[in-house]
């Protein structure tokens, strides 16, 4: 029962409370408030109208067409994507390689185990700038000048200043070429549910399947084949045409790539660990072939020990893809928080909208996996 | 109800508190500091401002911080220097980690008007450049077309080589990078066919390459560079004092007065001139808020400015850089100093 004394004692916390938060957000706005005078005092904030202006300057490396006649506003989408490229690549990859040391790191070979134990244990122990600073390094000196460039096939080059690809020509092909991979991707489509029915059925997969994913395999070969492809040619200081790697790039996501897989390894030798190994005897016993027991017995619940500290890797990645400064690859630190702030002097601006940037890109990772753990986790009825 | 009015406006106005530096409040904070903190470059930029491996600085930047901090503290050992990279030097300056930026900042007009800084006046015109592999067989600016270019981040160079490029229809590839070494490790590996960047920057550069005769400086220029000490647009006061100590080492060149002669002729020059500039007459060191011989000092430190000038960048050092536009506006250059007066 609540007599009027606790009324009233009620009432006047309630009315302590509300002065207190009224007394923190006044703080809070006289704070903004004497910053944003003081910066603008300072001639350190004017918004964010630079963003149209012309940038003036190049990017070596962009996903979308950038030039000097730009504004800052497409170079900071250039740098984004940029970065975006590298955090993808090095995930995807870094995902790749951890996995497979993870499962050498508990496997029965005792020198695989050595071996991949001696891997992760060197490469994690060194900071990942030495890593980089090394590749960068190893690539600038040990690779040939581009006028002796190692040719590989005729098509392909490589030397100190990238790698050079080549890169088919979409010109008039390009409808042709788009209805022969959807004919191509519908045919593999198919027979990929053939398949999965076949075998949910205990059945071997019907002709019809095999021949459909020869016939899609067959089609992409020919559409490669087909394709007007752009060789690189030697012309002048450097090779024009094809697609050109930069050596930034290529130690950047080296670097991230072998030093993140060797935590990674560890993340999911620590989740095959985490299941016990009465689980899988008993797996055994029950007649399982060794690939159900990874894939039945082993594998989910290694998923709910694995998937919360792999998205912390994850968000380490993104926000290490920004290294990228320091061997002079286009990334958006390098264009938008380097050249851009130093062009513009709109310090603030710049760095709330990088801040931005890594902190919704990293709360993303964080949301998908939480939503991810929820539908692995143990649900308990 | 004016009066109240008045009140309340003035408490708005404090409330507010719009932190605008007062005239000489710089001065102030660095006199009792004791100590000018001087933003210099990495220790790199030869001539300019260089590191040795004693840990001593050297250059015509240094030197003439050295300069500022005997006028406005009474001694040149007073100076504190705070190597930066070039993309974080504005930011130094602009947050007050420093006091004044002399590590080849180019006087432009989005830095003096819209970053808000105020510049001292040119101690080097110069202008940007490319330095070439002699084996690479150019000579001039449009036989780069397609050539990656090395140049440093953040910089006016990347402009001016953007421009330059566009307006002259020339293709190139920016290979960016944070740090000269970095651009000159570039260089020499071949990962660009050319670095931009001014001229006396890339004569000093030069030096440090392992077989500088192997490079080849353009004498085209691409750009008008002005070099200037750099303060904050804040303090009247400290830029009246940075200029005129720029301006004593100019005069004093222009007058004859030396660091070897300069006590001397401070006691006994019967030119006027010298005798207002060496505080023997008038009250120009006071009017300044200094002691009257403070240019006695300044110049006492490392000589006048075509001292500064042959001992770091011409004949006196490695670097061998004629003084062409830097020579006095008596001899055909453009250093000109207003008079004391």
Redesign the interface.
């Known amino acids: 029962m609540i007599g009027p004394r606790q009324r009233r004692a009620k009432r006047v916390a309630f009315i302590q409370q509300a002065l207190v938060l009224l007394a923190v957000g006044l703080l809070a706005v006289?704070i903004a408030?004497?910053t944003v005078?003081?910066l603008q005092?300072?001639?350190?904030a004017?918004g964010f109208d630079f963003l149209w202006q012309e940038a003036?300057?190049?990017?070596?490396f962009a996903l979308i067409p950038v030039?000097?006649?730009s504004t800052y506003g497409r170079v900071f989408v250039a740098g984004l994507l940029n970065s975006l490229l590298i955090a993808a690549l090095g995930i995807i990859a870094a995902t790749l390689l951890g996995f497979l040391l993870g499962i050498a790191r508990v496997s029965p070979s005792p020198p695989l185990r050595f071996l991949t134990r001696g891997y992760v244990e060197l490469v994690r122990n060194l900071p990942l700038l030495l890593h980089l600073l090394l590749w960068q390094a190893v690539i600038?000196?040990s690779l040939p000048?581009?006028?002796d460039a190692i040719g590989l096939g005729g098509i392909a080059f490589l030397s100190?200043?990238g790698l050079y690809l080549p890169m088919p020509l979409l010109g008039n092909q390009a409808n042709l070429l788009l209805s022969a991979l959807g004919a191509a991707a519908v045919m593999a489509a198919i027979a990929w549910i053939l398949h999965r029915r076949a075998r949910s059925h205990g059945e071997a997969p019907p002709l019809l399947a095999r021949g459909l994913s020869a016939g899609s395999l067959l089609l992409l070969v020919l559409v490669l084949i087909g394709l007007d492809w752009q060789v690189p040619q030697l012309?002048?200081?450097?090779y024009?045409g094809g697609l050109k790697l930069m050596?930034e790039f290529v130690s950047l996501i080296a670097a991230l790539t072998l030093y993140n897989a060797a935590f990674i390894a560890e993340i999911v030798r620590a989740g095959i660990q985490s299941v016990d190994k009465g689980q899988r005897e008993a797996a055994a016993a029950l007649g399982l072939s060794s690939r159900q027991i990874l894939r039945l017995v082993i594998v989910p619940p290694a998923l709910r020990v694995i998937v919360p500290p792999i998205a912390n890797q994850y968000t380490h990645i993104i926000k290490a893809s920004s290294l990228a400064?320091?061997v002079?690859f286009?990334d958006l630190v390098?264009v938008f928080l380097?050249?851009s702030?130093?062009?513009?002097?709109r310090?603030v601006e710049i760095v709330a909208m990088t801040a931005a940037v890594y902190l919704v890109l990293c709360a993303a990772v964080a949301l998908a996996t939480e939503a991810f753990n929820r539908r692995v986790a143990l649900v308990e009825r | 109800m004016k009066k109240y009015l008045m009140s309340a406006v003035i408490a708005a106005s404090l409330?507010?508190?719009?932190?605008?530096a007062a005239e000489g409040e710089r001065v102030a904070a660095v006199k009792a500091r004791g100590e000018l903190i001087c933003g210099t470059s990495t220790g790199t930029a030869i001539g300019l401002s260089t590191l040795d491996e004693t840990g001593k600085w050297s250059g015509l930047e240094v030197d003439y911080c050295r300069a500022l901090a005997a006028a406005l503290l009474g001694d040149a050992a007073k100076v504190k220097f705070v190597p930066l990279e070039?993309?974080n030097a504005?930011?130094a300056l602009?947050s007050g980690s420093v006091d004044i930026l002399a590590r080849g900042a180019s006087w432009t007009f989005?830095?003096d008007t819209?970053?808000?800084f105020s510049f001292i006046g040119p101690y080097m015109y110069d202008g940007q450049s490319f330095m070439v592999k002699k084996s690479r067989n150019v000579s001039k600016i449009a036989d780069?077309?397609?050539?990656?270019i090395c140049v440093s981040?953040?910089?006016t160079s990347?402009?001016n080589?953007?421009?330059y490029f566009?307006v002259n229809n020339l293709d190139?590839?920016?290979?960016?990078?944070?740090s000269r070494e970095?651009n000159l490790?570039?260089l020499e590996?071949?990962?660009c066919?050319a670095y931009t960047n001014e001229r006396g920057g890339l004569a000093a550069s030069r030096l440090g390459l392992a077989d500088p005769d192997a490079y080849v400086i353009f004498d085209e220029i691409i750009s008008k560079e002005p070099l200037s000490a750099t303060i904050?647009?804040?303090d009247p006061a400290f830029h009246d004092i940075a200029a005129w100590t720029y301006y004593a080492l100019v005069n004093a060149e222009e007058l004859g007065i030396t660091s070897a002669n300069v006590t001397e002729l401070a006691n006994s020059s019967p030119n006027p001139e010298v005798q207002r500039l060496m505080g023997k007459t008038g009250d120009f060191g006071t009017k300044l808020g200094l002691a009257n011989d403070w240019a006695v000092k300044a110049i006492a430190t490392g000589g006048n400015y075509g001292e500064i000038f042959e001992r770091n960048l011409g004949s006196g050092s490695r670097v061998k850089l004629s003084r062409g536009l830097n020579n006095l506006w008596t001899k055909g250059g453009l250093i000109y100093a207003p008079p004391v007066r």
Do not use: C, H, W, Y
């Open positions: 006289l408030r004497n005078i003081n005092a300072r001639g350190l004017s003036g300057f190049k990017i070596a030039d000097a006649t600038l000196r000048t581009v006028k100190n200043r012309s002048g200081f450097d024009r050596p400064t320091v002079g286009p390098n380097g050249t702030l130093n062009q513009t002097g310090a | 409330a507010a508190a719009p932190a605008l070039f993309k504005f930011a602009q989005t830095r819209e970053m808000k780069l077309g397609g050539a990656s981040a953040g910089t990347e402009l080589l953007s421009d566009r190139f590839t920016p290979i960016v990078a944070n970095q490790a570039n590996a071949d990962r066919d904050k647009q804040d």
